[in-house]
C-alpha cells in the first residue's frame, strides 16, 4: 500500500474519531446512537479528504524516459532509483540483463517527471557512481522495424 494511502486513511480514522467526540457531546440530544455519530464522522473525514487532497495523480504527470550507461555491473535498481530521487521524482527503473547469462548489462532506463529530468541528465552525466563514470541522456524512442515486414511481403508475393 502506498504511503498517501496509509496517510488518508489514518485521517480518516482520526477525523471520525473526532466527528464521533463532537456528535456525542454537541448533538447528544439529538443522536443517541453511538453508531450514527461514528457514521457522520466518517463522512466527514472522506469529504474533507476529497476537498484537502492536493497529490497530483501519477497518471495526468508528464514523464521522460533517460537513458543510463556505463553502470557498474553491481548496480541494482534500487541503488539506481535512490541515485536519481536525489534529482527528482522516479517512476521506473529497468536495468537490461543479458538473456542467456542473466548477468546485468551495464545500462538501464529510468522514468522520471519530465520538470526533474533535465536537472538530473546535466548532473548525473559524467559523473561518478561506484567507480564508473555514468553516460545520461534522453532515451530515443523505440522505431518499428518497417524492413522487415517489407521483406515478409516481398517473400509472399514471390512464392
Same mark, same amino acid.
Do not use: C, Q, W
Given at each position: 500500500m502506498k504511503s498517501s494511502n496509509q496517510k488518508s486513511i489514518i485521517f480518516s480514522i482520526i477525523l471520525a474519531v473526532i466527528g464521533f467526540v463532537l456528535a456525542e457531546f454537541l448533538l447528544a440530544s439529538v443522536l443517541t446512537s453511538p453508531a450514527i455519530a461514528l457514521a457522520l464522522?466518517?463522512?466527514?473525514?472522506?469529504?474533507?479528504?476529497? &476537498?484537502?487532497?492536493? #497529490?497530483? #495523480?501519477?497518471?495526468?504527470? /508528464?514523464?521522460?524516459?533517460?537513458?543510463?550507461?556505463?553502470?557498474?555491473?553491481?548496480?541494482? /535498481?534500487?541503488?539506481?532509483? /535512490?541515485?536519481?530521487?536525489?534529482?527528482?521524482?522516479? &517512476?521506473?527503473? $529497468?536495468?537490461?540483463?543479458?538473456?542467456?547469462?542473466?548477468?546485468? $548489462?551495464? &545500462?538501464? &532506463?529510468? /522514468?522520471?517527471?519530465?520538470?526533474?529530468?533535465?536537472?538530473a541528465i546535466t548532473s548525473l552525466n559524467d559523473a561518478e557512481f561506484q567507480q564508473r563514470t555514468l553516460k545520461v541522456r534522453e532515451a530515443k524512442q523505440k522505431q518499428e522495424n518497417n524492413e522487415s515486414t517489407v521483406k515478409t511481403e516481398s517473400r509472399d508475393q514471390s512464392v
Open positions: 464522522g466518517l463522512l466527514l473525514g472522506g469529504i474533507v479528504i476529497s &476537498f484537502i487532497s492536493t #497529490d497530483e #495523480d501519477e497518471s495526468k504527470i /508528464e514523464t521522460k524516459t533517460l537513458y543510463v550507461g556505463n553502470l557498474p555491473y553491481r548496480a541494482n /535498481e534500487g541503488v539506481v532509483r /535512490e541515485l536519481f530521487e536525489e534529482h527528482g521524482k522516479v &517512476f521506473t527503473v $529497468r536495468l537490461l540483463k543479458d538473456k542467456n547469462t542473466g548477468k546485468r $548489462r551495464g &545500462f538501464g &532506463f529510468v /522514468e522520471m517527471a519530465a520538470k526533474d529530468a533535465d536537472s
